[in-house]
Antibody, heavy 119, light 106 residues
Framework: EVQLVQSGAEVKKPGESLKISCKGSGYSFASYWIAWVRQMPGKGLEWMGIIYPGDSDTRYSPSFQGQVTISADKSISTAYLQWNSLKASDTAMFYC????????????WGQGTLVTAPS | DIQMTQSPSTLSASVGDRVTITCRASQSISTWLAWYQQKPGRAPNLLIYKASSLESGVPSRFSGSGSGTEFTLTISSLQPDDSATYYCQQYNSYPLTFGGGTKVEI
C-alpha cells in the first residue's frame, strides 16, 4: 500500500528555521516525483514545488522560489520542506503529494503538517 | 502562469441531484486537468485526471469532461458523503495551478 507519512505539527516563532518531512512507503520512492502544496487557513491549494528523489532534480513555483528549500534523501525514502527564517505568513497546512506515473497530477497525498508561526 | 477559475464558489443541492462544477483555464491546457475532493481536516483526494479519466476506486457517479479552456465535473446523483470542497488543477505547464475551489453543501 502506497503511503506518505508527514511529520507532526510545529509551532515556531517568526525568524526560526524549520524542516518538515514526508516519508514514502509501499512503492519505489526514488522513481516518483514528490510535490509540496500549501493550504493557508480557510484557503485553497497552492503548488510550491516538486522534486525527483532519484537525482534531486527540483522545480519551484516562482511564488516560493527563494522562500523555501525542497530536498530529498532517497536512502531513507524521505522528502523535506525547509525554511531558514519563518514568517507569520507561513502559517498554513503543508501537504506532500506523489506525482502520478504518467503525468503531473497527484495520486497519493500525505496527511498534512500544520505549521504555526504566530506573530 | 495559467489561472484556473472555478464556478460556483459554493453550491447547495439535495441528495439525488445532478451537480455540475465548472473550471475555466486562462489559456488552452488541452486535457491536462485533474479534479480533487477535499473534506474538512483531510488531504485532497484525486477523482479525475486527464479531464475525463476516473481514478481507480472513485465512484462512477463522478465524471469529468472538457478540453482546451473549459471543463466540468459532474456528480450524477449527489450523495451525503459528497459534501466537500472540489478543486481543479492544470498540469499543462509549470507552475502547476489549482482553481479556487467549489464547496458543495447538501
Amino acid at each position: 500500500e502506497v503511503q506518505l507519512v508527514q511529520s507532526g505539527a510545529e509551532v515556531k516563532k517568526p525568524g526560526e528555521s524549520l524542516k518538515i518531512s514526508c516519508k514514502g512507503s509501499g512503492y519505489s520512492f526514488a522513481s516518483y516525483w514528490i510535490a509540496w502544496v500549501r493550504q493557508m487557513p480557510g484557503k485553497g491549494l497552492e503548488w510550491m514545488g516538486i522534486i525527483y528523489p532519484g537525482d534531486s532534480d527540483t522545480r519551484y513555483s516562482p511564488s516560493f522560489q527563494g522562500q523555501v528549500t525542497i530536498s530529498a534523501d532517497k536512502s531513507i525514502s524521505t522528502a523535506y520542506l525547509q525554511w531558514n527564517s519563518l514568517k507569520a505568513s507561513d502559517t498554513a497546512m503543508f501537504y506532500c503529494a506523489r506525482r502520478g506515473s504518467s503525468s503531473e497530477y497527484f495520486d497519493y497525498w500525505g496527511q498534512g503538517t500544520l505549521v504555526t508561526a504566530p506573530s | 502562469d495559467i489561472q484556473m477559475t472555478q464556478s460556483p464558489s459554493t453550491l447547495s443541492a439535495s441528495v439525488g441531484d445532478r451537480v455540475t462544477i465548472t473550471c475555466r483555464a486562462s489559456q488552452s491546457i488541452s486535457t491536462w486537468l485533474a479534479w480533487y475532493q477535499q473534506k474538512p481536516g483531510r488531504a485532497p483526494n484525486l477523482l479525475i485526471y486527464k479531464a475525463s479519466s476516473l481514478e481507480s476506486g472513485v465512484p462512477s457517479r463522478f465524471s469529468g469532461s472538457g478540453s482546451g479552456t473549459e471543463f466540468t465535473l459532474t456528480i450524477s446523483s449527489l450523495q451525503p458523503d459528497d459534501s466537500a470542497t472540489y478543486y481543479c488543477q492544470q498540469y499543462n505547464s509549470y507552475p502547476l495551478t489549482f482553481g479556487g475551489g467549489t464547496k458543495v453543501e447538501i
